[in-house]
């Protein structure tokens, strides 16, 4: 595809996450049309080469691929509402977080007004986006997803269609990004209690990164167990991390680093031991999560 024949693409909300969408956009020579509340943040885009649109209408029609970068799925109906008319016949994608179900309202708002709808997410942070290795994930009109797929490559190599039910890139993005703040608040409270010693978090980054790896590696694992509800083969068993637990308060007493947010955690392990699971994988605190089926 040459330079002359690019997709025109607008691009909705500058956040840092928007402002990367669109540079990524506009270094790949598409023609860009950005839009943002705050208008100011669209200068450095503009500098690029990116054009401005005045109005949320001017910038939905200024092409036929439409990108929205917003905090929420109602932050993205809201900031789209006054150009409602102008989306029929457009492709909108959205790339804000929010809940399987902002992801329907949102998806079926789109169709009412005659869009073609592709739900995603960005599986990175901002200065990843267009490297060859970052993750999006998509879902909705899979002939969208076909027909710009070339274009929605720009924002990262590894790009990936889950289906045509609109909601399930905000599924994968709340279920896969559960991880993320307990495994970061877990490397604040030792990033406390090496600082506690008079020592460098610096000086810790390697290993936490090997431990990282070795969690990754039991992925696979844990997946087969869960997926097959056998957990009697436990390398690392529920009782393990129950005694464990009692390691967690010896170190808040003696680094003086607050493990309080451990409380909920050591409750779930607690509960699936008594709940039988005390001899199984650790991967059986699933069944602890899962809550009983509501009676109609």
């Not at 691009?11 to 950005?34: D, N, W």
């Not at 939905?60 to 439409?66: D, E, F, Q, S």
């Not at 932050?75 to 457009?90: E, F, I, K, M, V």
């Not at 010693?197 to 844990?222: A, H």
Request: proline share 5%; hydrophobic share 45%; net charge negative.
């Amino acid at each position: 595809m040459t330079a002359k024949n690019l997709t025109p693409v607008t691009v909705i909300g500058l956040g840092s996450m928007g402002t990367a969408l669109a540079e990524a956009f506009v270094k790949a020579g598409h023609p860009t049309t950005v839009w943002n509340r705050t208008a100011a943040k669209a200068a450095p885009l503009i500098a690029m080469g990116a054009r401005p649109a005045e109005a949320v209408e001017d910038a939905v029609t200024a092409g036929p691929l439409v990108v929205t970068c917003l905090t929420t799925f109602d932050d993205t109906r809201s900031a789209l509402r006054p150009a409602g008319a102008s989306l029929r016949g457009r492709a909108l994608v959205t790339l804000n977080s929010g809940s399987p179900a902002g992801a329907r309202e949102t998806a079926a708002w789109a169709l009412d007004h005659g869009a073609r709808f592709l739900a995603g997410a960005v599986k990175n942070v901002p200065s990843a986006v267009g490297a060859p290795d970052t993750l999006l994930y998509y879902s909705g009109d899979k002939a969208v997803f076909e027909e710009f797929g070339t274009t929605l490559k720009v924002l990262g190599g590894d790009t990936v269609h889950l289906g045509d039910e609109t909601d399930l890139a905000a599924l994968y993005e709340m279920a896969v990004g559960a991880m993320l703040l307990p495994a970061l608040v877990g490397f604040f409270q030792g990033a406390a209690a090496v600082q506690a010693r008079g020592l460098e978090v610096s000086t810790m980054v390697r290993f936490s990164g090997k431990w990282l790896d070795m969690i990754k590696s039991l992925l696979p694992v844990y997946a087969e167990e869960i997926d097959g509800g056998d957990y009697t083969d436990a390398a690392s068993s529920v009782n393990l991390f129950l005694a464990a637990a009692a390691h967690d308060d010896d170190l808040a007493g003696e680094t003086n680093v607050d493990t309080a947010w451990l409380a909920p955690l050591h409750d779930l392990v607690r509960r699936a031991a008594e709940a039988g699971h005390g001899d199984h994988s650790i991967s059986a605190l699933t069944e602890v999560l899962r809550k009983p089926a509501r009676q109609p």
